[in-house]
């Protein structure tokens, strides 16, 4: 179940609790009060009529709109009559309810999880027990699920800074370290528990810093304990389940680290790391079978964050980062990294300049503009190059651009999987003449010539549009050196 609603939220006049309302102050609210006789009685509600709460009341709650279905609830975008504020509201089904005792569990977990007090982290405001159902009300959060804002951006941009979702993640990797330290973990992380709220005017995010003025909050924290056997989990959740809970053992943080490791594997590569379509089918690949590396489904991947992305998965809880905290501080290090280096690399629209640039496309990728200027110009996957090549199967320094007086020239640098010019390999530390015609293949990576004339330079949206690179030849990577421990 998700704290989220496509519909936009509207912040009532917040007033004192004590304050006597009367109905013409209440119409200037915006909202007309609901009569005693709609008032309705939980006792009575079934799997039929559940949905039909709107413009009813449940007790100081004016029920607005409905809002979907989750695996135990139905969801609501409610008012709070007596604080005068939008909220969001879960009834919990009467069949669910009155299911093995699992009323009496769902309550120990929400006065559990109704202490957490954290920014990143949907807060529970109130919740109650009638005759038998439940009710819990909720923050109302204004934004999406990470996976469909991401998505919404990729549409309109063309892609996503790969810094943006490091620091998305290392803000859930917070509210995880706070609850973690609480006794509680999430059991559930998943994209769509992770919300993105628009920030409030003046209130100062770290996304600021990644050009997204937007609050990270994850909600349902505790509801993935009451499901104690693995047979009875949603289908939403098979994907992002640890090793450990697909055999039903005891939870702790590590396993929210290796649904991170599964989230963060998603949105970067935009596939999931098994594809089962069946509960026995994905138990089994969590519990034995290794992922693709993710630099095999995005070449352009820099291998730092690889390396992140496979230890998050480690099959045995204790190779994973054994803490939120620590996973956090590495995802923060890989995107200050990646600012400092690739997106430095990368200007906005606005920081072009007129001349003969190399233009940098990679699948999933921005393209990249970069000024053909001075005498020598080093590609690689090395910090230091003046062209910045991160993916798999590109050396540190793997070769070098030359200007002479006929133009310029490429020179591969002696690297293990090569430099091609159309589907020609180079040789080693001989220049050959690089053409506006021709395209160079490194890795995944294709750079070709434009040149930018006053009235040639692209706009975002002209960038974005840029396809992904043609068939570049399949580098001949080196075989990774032999283990003499394995037979």
Not at 104 to 133: C, K, M, S
Not at 199 to 209: F, G, N, S, W
Not at 211 to 217: F, M, P
Request: hydrophobic share 40%.
């Amino acid at each position: 179940a998700t704290v989220s609603t496509a519909l936009p939220s509207t912040n009532g006049t917040e007033r004192d609790a004590e304050t006597p309302r009367t109905d013409s102050a209440f119409m200037r609210l915006g909202r007309a009060p609901v009569p005693p006789e709609f008032l309705f009685d939980l006792e009575t509600a079934t799997a039929e009529n559940e949905a039909d709460f709107v413009g009813r009341r449940l007790d100081r709650y004016q029920v607005e709109a409905f809002l979907g279905e989750g695996t135990l609830s139905n969801h609501y975008q409610a008012y709070d009559l007596k604080l005068a504020r939008p909220v969001f509201l879960k009834v919990i089904h009467a069949h669910a309810a009155r299911h093995d005792n699992l009323q009496e569990r769902l309550l120990q977990e929400v006065r559990i999880t109704a202490a957490l007090d954290h920014p990143n982290i949907v807060e529970i405001f109130d919740y109650d027990e009638h005759e038998g159902l439940l009710y819990m009300v909720y923050e109302l959060v204004s934004g999406s699920p990470v996976d469909v804002y991401l998505r919404h951006m990729r549409q309109q941009r063309g892609h996503v800074p790969l810094s943006q979702m490091l620091i998305i993640a290392a803000q859930v990797c917070d509210a995880l370290h706070y609850a973690h330290a609480e006794g509680i973990p999430h059991g559930s992380i998943q994209p769509k528990h992770i919300l993105l709220e628009a920030a409030y005017p003046h209130q100062q995010t770290e996304l600021q810093d990644e050009g997204l003025n937007l609050t990270v909050k994850v909600t349902d924290f505790g509801l993935a304990q009451l499901m104690k056997n693995v047979r009875d989990v949603a289908p939403s959740m098979w994907p992002y389940l640890a090793p450990e809970q697909c055999t039903n053992e005891p939870l702790d943080g590590r396993a929210d680290i290796y649904a991170i490791g599964v989230m963060l594997y998603q949105l970067v590569t935009g596939q999931l790391p098994f594809g089962a379509e069946t509960l026995d089918e994905m138990i089994n690949d969590h519990l034995y079978t290794e992922p693709p590396i993710p630099t095999a489904v995005r070449p352009s991947l820099p291998t730092n964050v690889e390396e992140l992305i496979l230890k998050a998965l480690a099959k045995e809880p204790d190779q994973r980062y054994q803490t939120a905290e620590e996973l956090a501080d590495a995802l923060r290090a890989l995107a200050i990294s990646l600012s400092d280096t690739i997106e430095a690399a990368n200007p906005e629209v606005s920081g072009l300049q007129e001349g003969l640039h190399a233009v940098v496309v990679a699948p999933g990728e921005a393209p990249r503009y970069v000024k053909l200027e001075g005498k020598r110009l080093t590609l690689g996957s090395a910090t230091d190059n003046n062209i910045v090549l991160p993916g798999r199967g590109v050396d540190a320094y793997h070769a070098r651009l030359e200007e002479t007086r006929l133009g310029w020239t490429v020179i591969d640098a002696g690297s293990q999987t090569g430099t091609y010019i159309g589907n020609a390999r180079l040789l080693p530390d001989l220049g050959e003449a690089w053409s506006a015609r021709q395209a160079i293949f490194i890795g995944p990576y294709e750079i070709r010539q434009e040149m930018l004339s006053a009235g040639s330079v692209p706009t975002a949206v002209e960038r974005a549009a840029i396809t992904t690179p043609q068939t570049a030849p399949e580098p001949a990577l080196p075989l990774p050196p032999s283990d003499p421990t394995v037979t």
